[in-house]
């Protein structure tokens, strides 16, 4: 089965930016709406941002403008650059197709604090 290896979180002051990263074993190109979630302590496991094999992007209203998904088909990699981070963005970062897979990878912790 494909797994997914989400990396590139860590602490970051508010303003502040980060690159995730996430590799899937197997072919991406097949699936063709990959996307990235975030679960906060105590919330529900949100959708943030899509992308389809066409490079067709929506974003959640929270991240639009400070978000970008993108990924490269070639390097079965899926990446979500974050820039003017804020403390509302603090979450475990998830990716996975859309809709997702049963089962999901370990995440990366993304932490905004000053």
């Known amino acids: 089965q494909v797994q997914l290896v989400e990396s590139g979180g860590g602490l970051v002051q508010p303003g502040g930016s980060l690159r995730l990263s996430c590799l899937v074993s197997?072919?991406?190109?097949?699936?063709?709406?990959m996307g990235w979630y975030r679960q906060a302590p105590g919330k529900q496991r949100e959708l943030v941002a899509v992308?389809?094999?066409?490079?067709?992007?929506t974003y959640v209203d929270s991240v639009k403008g400070r978000f970008t998904i993108s990924r490269d088909n070639a390097k079965n990699t899926v990446y979500l650059q974050m820039n003017n981070l804020n403390p509302e963005d603090m979450a475990v970062y998830y990716c996975n197709a859309f809709p997702a897979l049963s089962y999901w990878g370990q995440g990366t912790q993304v932490t905004v604090s000053s």
């Open positions: 197997g072919s991406i190109s097949s699936i063709y709406v």
């Open positions: 992308i389809t094999n066409g490079n067709k992007t």
